[in-house]
């Protein structure tokens, strides 16, 4: 068990990052958005629905270290702007009061040319790891709910990660990760854990 546990934790410390909903035109800083330019080669609809995603925000973490665990929950603020013509969106997070602090960076982009058919695309990054976290997935319209799924390996460990971003109201969304994951050498032999809700995230638009 106690193996599991450390396991379920080294997974959880590398899948990080996040995505949300609302818009406002300057951030915390100053920096004005750049947003999609209406007509140019390559802006779809999904790119502007990207765009109405920036803002600053207040969030609530919960984190899970296994399914059996208790959450631990800290505060942290984050900023999202559109970048690069408004072809990506750019996420920076700030968990200032965790246990132990940390930033995420996720940039969220459309890609119209993929070989399976125009999907939605992320990356993540943490000051905490090693991995970029690469995450492929659809939004639903009428449910106003993106789903991402992605696959990849960190210390001695497959990892597969599912997260769910539930846009609530232009004030309020919920992202959801889930993570499965099973050794990949001798160290991390037998283990096989089933698929757990690994953190949540809860946005709420500051005024």
């Known amino acids: 068990m106690r193996t599991r546990v450390m396991c379920c934790g080294a997974a959880v410390a590398i899948v990080v990052g996040a995505v949300a909903l609302a818009m406002?035109?300057?951030?915390?800083?100053?920096?004005?958005?750049?947003?999609?330019?209406?007509?140019?080669?390559?802006?779809?609809?999904?790119h502007t629905l990207l765009a109405e995603l920036a803002g600053n925000y207040d969030a609530k973490m919960s984190v899970w270290a296994s399914a059996e665990a208790k959450p631990v929950e800290f505060a942290a603020g984050v900023v999202r702007r559109p970048i690069l013509g408004g072809r990506f969106l750019q996420e920076q997070l700030d968990a200032t009061t965790a246990p132990t602090p940390f930033a995420l960076q996720t940039t969220l982009g459309f890609n119209l040319g993929a070989k399976e058919g125009p999907?939605?695309?992320?990356?993540?990054?943490?000051?905490?790891?090693?991995?970029?976290?690469?995450?492929?997935?659809?939004?639903?319209?009428?449910?106003?709910?993106?789903?991402?799924?992605?696959e990849y390996a960190t210390d001695g460990l497959n990892v597969k990660?599912?997260?769910?971003?539930?846009?609530?109201?232009?004030?309020?969304?919920?992202?959801?990760?889930?993570?499965?994951?099973?050794?990949?050498?001798?160290?991390?032999?037998?283990?096989?854990?089933?698929?757990?809700?690994?953190?949540?995230?809860?946005?709420?638009?500051?005024?």
């Open 24 to 46: 406002q035109p300057v951030d915390e800083h100053g920096h004005q958005h750049e947003p999609p330019k209406a007509g140019a080669v390559g802006i779809s609809a999904e």
């Open 119 to 150: 999907r939605f695309e992320l990356s993540r990054l943490s000051s905490a790891a090693s991995p970029m976290i690469v995450e492929r997935g659809k939004f639903d319209s009428p449910n106003k709910v993106f789903t991402f799924t992605g």
């Open 161 to 207: 990660s599912r997260s769910v971003l539930r846009l609530e109201s232009s004030e309020v969304q919920v992202l959801e990760v889930y993570v499965a994951f099973t050794g990949s050498d001798p160290q991390h032999e037998g283990v096989n854990v089933p698929e757990f809700k690994a953190y949540s995230v809860e946005y709420t638009r500051r005024r």
